[in-house]
């Protein structure tokens, strides 16, 4: 059984920093590409930051030098170090591993993320 399992999410004040980390179980973790994705309400889901298999990293625009992604195959983990946070990062976040060659595509149950003073 694959479970992908969040934690980190919060409330903090703009400006502020959290690090969200997903585990991973029941996949050969390190064969999957890892990206997080974020919805906020009323909106679309959007992704957010990848990790490749090989650890090549990709951002979307909107947090791109405040938001760090990273991987542990041996802990079977992915990261996201959340830096400089804004009113509109306030979303729910969620953990995905995906692996195009045979189309596998996991999510976890998301964590929300609130940005407020």
């Known amino acids: 059984q694959v479970q992908l399992v969040e934690s980190g999410g919060g409330l903090v004040q703009p400006g502020g920093s959290l690090r969200l980390s997903c585990a991973a179980s029941?996949?050969?973790?390190?064969?999957?590409?890892m990206n997080w994705y974020r919805q906020a309400p009323g909106k679309q889901r959007e992704l957010v930051a990848k990790?490749?298999?090989?650890?090549?990293?990709n951002y979307a625009d909107s947090v791109k030098g405040r938001f760090t992604i990273s991987r542990d195959n041996i802990k079977r983990t992915v990261n996201l170090q959340m830096n400089s946070l804004k009113s509109e990062d306030t979303a729910v976040y969620y953990c995905?591993?995906?692996?195009?060659?045979?189309?596998?595509?996991?999510w976890g149950q998301g964590t929300q993320v609130t940005v407020s003073s």
């Open positions: 990790i490749t298999s090989a650890g090549f990293t």
């Open positions: 995905n591993a995906a692996q195009i060659r045979t189309g596998q595509n996991y």
């Open positions: 029941g996949i050969i973790f390190n064969i999957y590409d």
